[in-house]
């Protein structure tokens, strides 16, 4: 089992930054893709951005690319979202999840999920 706690969240203006960070415990998860995944109020919860477990590819969603990249650092367990230039549609809750396939099918269908973490954009 894969535990994901995130961490960062909070209140940013638009136009600022902000980064959220995902520490995984439990199975090894080094060699596992991880990723970003958000819920606004009354919407479902859509990708945001993925990494895969080396590091060397990365997957955004179009409304978010150029704006947020995703890193992740092994030696710490951890995935990062550093989030520029957000804007107030970017306001939801952030959940960081893991997956131990390859390729980028798993994004429709998470193994692992964290409980995620409140970012709100102020205008």
């Known amino acids: 089992q894969v535990q994901l706690v995130e961490s960062g969240g909070g209140l940013v203006q638009a136009g600022g930054s902000l980064r959220l960070s995902c520490t995984a415990s439990?199975?090894?998860?080094?060699?596992?893709?991880m990723g970003w995944f958000r819920q606004a109020p009354g919407k479902e919860r859509d990708f945001v951005a993925a990494i895969t477990w080396s590091g060397g590819r990365t997957y955004y969603a179009d409304s978010v690319k150029g704006r947020f990249t995703v890193s992740r650092e092994n030696a710490k367990n951890t995935v990062y979202l550093q989030m520029n230039s957000p804007k107030p549609d970017d306001t939801a809750v952030y959940y960081c999840?893991?997956?131990?396939?390859?390729?980028?099918?798993?994004?429709?269908?998470?193994?692992?999920w964290g409980r995620g973490t409140q970012v709100t954009v102020s205008s």
């Open positions: 999840a893991s997956d131990s396939r390859s390729g980028w099918g798993w994004i429709r269908s998470p193994e692992f």
């Open positions: 439990g199975r090894t998860t080094s060699t596992y893709d």
